[in-house]
């Protein structure tokens, strides 16, 4: 199993920025991919980006261009960049670390998570 220490929410205005930073400790095997989900308060949990130990990314939609996920392999850290933060980006933030197989990705380990909050 992984651990994953998350850091780097807080408060901040709309149109600010904050960078999440999340370290995975134990086994790590490759190929896989970590990435960030978040979770708003009465919904559900969303993927926000992923990318995998080749640096392959994928974003939401709602984040595209306006978030950057990257990852230090050497540091088995990957880190979120957010700008232009909008109050609909408020949410628990959830880093998280899959190990992909034959049969596909195997069910992820998560961070603790770590509170974002966009607000005037």
């Known amino acids: 199993q992984v651990e994953l220490a998350e850091s780097g929410g807080g408060s901040v205005q709309p149109g600010g920025s904050l960078r999440l930073s999340c370290v995975a400790y134990?086994?790590?095997?490759?190929?896989?991919?970590m990435g960030w989900y978040r979770q708003a308060p009465g919904k559900q949990r969303e993927l926000v980006a992923q990318i995998t130990d080749a640096g392959g990314t994928n974003y939401a939609g709602s984040v595209r261009g306006r978030f950057t996920i990257s990852r230090d392999n050497s540091a088995n850290t990957v880190y979120l960049q957010m700008n232009s933060l909008k109050p609909e980006d408020t949410g628990v933030y959830y880093c998280?670390?899959?190990?992909?197989?034959?049969?596909?990705?195997?069910?992820?380990?998560w961070g603790q998570g770590t509170q974002v909050t966009v607000s005037s």
């Open positions: 134990g086994s790590l095997f490759k190929p896989n991919a």
């Open positions: 998280s670390y899959r190990t992909l197989t034959r049969v596909g990705y195997e069910n992820p380990d």
